[in-house]
């Protein structure tokens, strides 16, 4: 009986021990020297309708940076939207903050991921009842049949400075904080990254043409139609590196991390900040017939790469129609 009683302890004990390595690495995921700058790639076609775009990043892993190809996914819930994650300056540290699917965009650093994804909110689509409509001025739709279709190129703007920034903070990075509806979407109900996202970045994480020591920031696969699909078939090249990959970036690994990395999403799908996941969303009657994002707007074609696909005016900003 008592030994019986040791060993359930024993059983609890290993298996609280092994959940902060198996499920929440990606917390503890901090970096001393910055990724490198988004890399340059095009979207495509979107294959079916309600996949969503997720924006490729880079992610960590022992062996340095890696590059996650964007790719084109299933909302896990009509109403839900896509608030991709970012790295941070905190403490000394770059430090990955995970993404999440909620009924509003949050923050995500101010980065410019393009397709979109401008730096602030999200203007490549919108929920209308229990369907996506996209903007076909900023989001590729022209490889499936696809129906919920509308055209805003009010939100284009032609930058003579692109800033392919990957991080918030820190030498370099961007400057944005947290608008007052970003905090408020930081505080509503998130779901985690799918499975399919999960096991995208796994892939990524195994491909060596992806690391940024091997490829100086210009990946062989930039994008997928598909998660983890790196297919002839699916896979886009890169167009080119976002811009100078430092030395030590490229050549960063384990010891550049103070603590066993692992991929943020592949190994830490479940972190969403602020919220626990919830395994579906019911949108509110209201959002019925308006757009979840924070903005209403969208942009981007099949011959367009990031950034310049999806870039949304700011205050300080005028809107012009892309030439």
Not at 176 to 196: D, F, G, I, K, L
Not at 310 to 316: C, E, L, V
């Amino acid at each position: 009986m008592h030994s019986a009683r040791l060993v359930r302890l024993l059983v609890l004990t290993l298996l609280i021990v092994a959940i902060p390595a198996a499920s929440f690495a990606g917390v503890f995921v901090s970096i001393t020297v910055a990724p490198p700058p988004l890399s340059v790639y095009v979207q495509p076609p979107c294959p079916e309708p309600g996949h969503m775009w997720a924006p490729g990043y880079w992610a960590w892993s022992d062996a340095g940076y890696y590059w996650v190809p964007g790719t084109w996914v299933p909302a896990p819930a009509a109403g839900l939207l896509w608030t991709p994650g970012y790295w941070g300056w905190s403490g000394g540290y770059y430090r990955w903050n995970a993404g999440y699917w909620g009924p509003h965009i949050g923050f995500y650093g101010g980065v410019n991921y393009g397709f979109g994804y401008a730096g602030v909110g999200f203007v490549g689509g919108e929920w209308r009842g229990g369907a996506f409509f996209y903007n076909s001025a900023v989001l590729n739709v022209g490889g499936a049949h696809i129906t919920n279709v509308y055209v805003n190129k009010t939100v284009i703007v032609n930058r003579t400075t692109v800033n392919n920034v990957s991080y918030n903070g820190g030498t370099g990075g961007t400057r944005s904080v947290p608008t007052a509806m970003e905090r408020q979407a930081a505080q509503e109900h998130h779901v985690q990254a799918t499975s399919e996202q999960a096991r995208h970045e796994t892939a990524a994480a195994r491909n060596p043409q992806l690391l940024a020591k091997n490829n100086g920031g210009k990946p062989a696969i930039g994008s997928t139609a598909r998660p983890a699909d790196f297919s002839a078939k699916s896979a886009v090249p890169a167009k080119a590196a976002g811009g100078k990959v430092e030395p030590a970036t490229l050549h960063a690994s384990a010891n550049a991390s103070p603590s066993k990395a692992l991929p943020p999403a592949a190994k830490n799908a479940a972190t969403v900040p602020h919220s626990p996941a919830k395994s579906a969303y019911t949108p509110a009657s209201h959002n019925d017939s308006k757009p979840a994002g924070t903005n209403a707007n969208a942009h981007s074609s099949a011959s367009q790469s990031h950034p310049q696909a999806a870039s949304a005016h700011r205050p300080n900003e005028k809107p012009n129609e892309k030439k």
